[in-house]
């Protein structure tokens, strides 16, 4: 498949670049989190987001989107990764519709996705039990009732759960934890019997701790074959997740080397030192790698090609590296002043930690694509 981007792709990730560069620039990152915003997000940017239809970009047309696709939602993705763009288009236009699209009935789809595209409705996925990724590793139940579905157990780490309207829960209704057998995905709304305690994360950004205590909620997909669906939905949540991090990689290693082109010590650039060089050097080639296993993920994604999980585990593995030396690199050559809050390159470093642990570090995708590769 040809790795590069189409002529409306490329226009689409110009206008997302315009965009958070001059609406969504860090320091709005850094306004929310010492102004403590009780959204984590600035809801009139996020408004301005749904009007230019990124809400909508993998939602078909038939159900109110603009059925662009995942490449298209991945440079959107990889902008909002350059300014570190707080919002909740990972948590609903990726994870919560994309549950919905490929477990919901035609009537719920028609009833939920205009409403996701529209901005007015809100949704999370809750997954993690424990402290390490475990899809299948879920103890909380989900019991028959009337013609719906009680969910009772408690999930940790659901990012933007704390503002969902519906949350989609990935409940037992049979087997033992880490079966893949037996999963159950519950679409609950954020109301009667649920209980929601907001974390706010190392990188300002939002999370949530969530009880259920016989909480009603519809099913999606097939009662206790849940993981065909969640499987689809945390891959494309993987690969637009790696997404981010590419333009959280990009951004951190141009500003690192502008930085070494201006900073001088003994009367020249420290640039200039051959041991910044081949460091510098080895950050390029990883990004550059980076760069093209997110692509190929993502046109993957768009193909359905049965090639999506160890792609998406490729990815993510691959960007849970590159992030982690980027920004750790980027930190320590401006020195001093780089450990302190007053320069923009801390934030990158932790905004590089939460996404190495969200949907599954290396060492979680690593083994996942040793097994899909048969070993």
């Not at 997740?241 to 930085?259: D, H, N, P």
Request: glycine share 14%.
């Amino acid at each position: 498949m040809p790795l590069v981007l189409n002529e409306e792709q490329n226009m689409l990730k110009d206008a997302a670049k315009d965009f958070c560069t001059n609406s969504t620039p860090i320091s709005q990152l850094r306004g929310l989190r010492d102004g403590a915003s009780e959204s984590g997000f600035d809801t009139d940017t996020w408004q301005q987001m749904v009007d230019l239809g990124w809400a909508g970009i993998t939602i078909p047309e038939d159900f109110g989107g603009l059925g662009f696709g995942y490449l298209g939602m991945g440079v959107v993705m990889e902008e909002c990764g350059r300014t570190l763009t707080a919002s909740p288009l990972l948590s609903t236009a990726v994870l919560g519709a994309g549950a919905i699209i490929h477990g919901g009935s035609d009537e719920l789809k028609g009833d939920l996705l205009p409403q996701v595209a529209g901005g007015e409705l809100l949704l999370a996925l809750a997954v993690e039990e424990t402290p390490h990724h475990n899809p299948y590793g879920a103890t909380t139940t989900a019991e028959k009732s009337g013609d719906g579905y009680k969910v009772t157990g408690s999930k940790k780490f659901v990012l933007d759960g704390h503002v969902a309207n519906k949350i989609v829960v990935v409940a037992r209704t049979s087997g033992n934890a880490g079966d893949r057998d037996g999963l159950t995905l519950v679409l609950v709304d954020s109301g009667a019997g649920v209980n929601v305690t907001r974390t706010i994360m190392a990188d300002s950004r939002n999370a949530a701790n969530i009880e259920f205590s016989g909480a009603q909620g519809v099913l999606l997909g097939e009662e206790g074959k849940g993981a065909d669906v969640l499987d689809k939905v945390l891959d494309a949540g993987r690969i637009l997740l790696s997404a981010e991090m590419l333009g959280g990689v990009q951004e951190c290693f141009e500003r690192t080397i502008e930085y070494l082109k201006v900073r001088e010590q003994f009367g020249v650039p420290i640039g200039s030192f051959q041991g910044l060089k081949h460091r510098a050097a080895q950050m390029f080639c990883e990004v550059e790698l980076s760069k093209s296993v997110v692509l190929e993920a993502l046109s993957c994604l768009d193909d359905d090609s049965e090639q999506v999980g160890e792609l998406a585990s490729l990815a993510k593995a691959r960007l849970n590296d590159t992030y982690n030396l980027v920004s750790s690199e980027g930190v320590q050559m401006h020195g001093g002043i780089g450990m302190t809050d007053e320069y923009e390159i801390g934030f990158f470093m932790k905004r590089s930690r939460v996404c190495e642990h969200s949907l599954g570090n290396s060492a979680f995708h690593r083994d996942r694509y040793g097994v899909i590769q048969g070993y």
